[in-house]
């Protein structure tokens, strides 16, 4: 329990962080992963986008912690499911509209919730050491296929909605990349502690693909971002992210899912309510990217790449 616990602070603190960031990308220059420098350059130049950042980046620590105390099927969709509560609670709190999909996206996270917690045992093996062959192949497999989905978002005959979601998609491939590596410092530090964990960390690919796969994951994401709303952005880079993570985390952590047949029906139930979302949101995106659109004063039927 105390790792769905921690999974949901971290959740809220890295939403803090997303609702920042959002607000400064539009204020910003459109963003295009076509030109890394650029967008690196209009980043790392706003001050109000980098206390988001940091926001989130102790959000993602906290869910590395976590990671190393709980299952990776228990936390990594209590964490998407906090993430995209939290946005849409923000929204309401903003005054900004959400749909009718979003709202019923909304009653639908704490339900998951609350299966995943039932679903989880104290006794319950959380996985802390890698298949380092099957962890590579997946990690290297993963980020081509999210760079290959960019360039298709940036294609002439995409729409902005379409462009969006694509890139949100791809953002979500990187992300699970992240959350694998992610796992497996969780590990490392539930094992050894923060201190005595630092040189077999180092020692491991962890720390460089989780640097890499974040890279191009906040790349993808913030661009995608600045294209719609974070409610319609986060639930599909999360679930995409979530759905690698957990996949691929079972696998390369032997992990075991729970035996008992109500168990492991209500694990299953509480992961396919997250998926659930994206069916929700993709209906709304091409609504939300013309929303936005107008708030950034640009085009509403395609947002170019350049700029």
């Known amino acids: 329990m105390i790792g769905l616990v921690t999974a949901l602070c971290s959740a809220a603190i890295y939403t803090c962080g997303l609702v920042m960031e959002q607000r400064a990308l539009h204020r910003a220059p459109e963003l295009s992963p076509r030109h890394p420098m650029r ?3 209009t980043l790392l130049g706003n001050r109000r986008w980098l206390c988001g950042c940091l926001l989130a980046a102790i959000g993602s620590v ?12 228990v936390v990594q969709p209590a964490f998407a499911g906090g993430v995209a509560t939290g946005l849409l609670v923000a929204a309401l709190l903003l005054g900004e ?11 639908m996270m704490p339900l998951a919730l609350l299966l995943l917690a039932l679903s989880s045992s104290e006794a319950a093996d959380p996985g802390r050491t890698a298949d380092q062959p099957l962890l590579l192949a997946a990690s290297l497999g993963s980020l081509p296929a999210a760079m290959a989905i960019a360039l298709l978002a940036g294609a002439r005959r995409t729409s902005a909605a379409m462009s969006a979601v694509l890139l949100a ?13 992610g796992k497996g410092l969780g590990g490392l530090l539930a094992d050894h502690g923060p201190i005595g964990a630092v040189l077999p960390a180092l020692l491991s690919p962890f720390p460089y693909l989780y640097a890499l796969g974040w890279a191009v994951g906040i790349a993808l994401f913030q661009t995608s971002m600045q294209r719609t709303r974070a409610t319609v952005t986060t639930p599909v880079a999360n679930v995409v992210g979530n759905v690698v993570t957990v996949l691929f985390g079972t696998l390369v952590f032997a992990e075991t899912l729970p035996t008992e047949p109500l168990p ?10 997250t998926l659930l979302v994206v069916a929700l949101v993709r209906g709304q995106a091409g609504q939300a990217a013309a929303q936005t659109a107008r708030q950034r004063g640009a085009t509403p039927a395609r947002l170019t790449d350049g700029a």
């Open 264 to 273: 492991l029906a209500l694990r299953l139930t509480g992961l396919g309510l």
């Open 169 to 181: 998609v791809a953002a979500g491939l990187a992300q699970g990349t992240a959350g694998l590596q």
């Open 97 to 107: 509209p959400i749909t009718r999909g979003e709202r019923l996206a909304l009653g």
């Open 62 to 73: 906290g869910l590395i912690v976590s990671l190393g105390l709980a299952p990776v099927s």
């Open 39 to 41: 967008l690196a350059r």
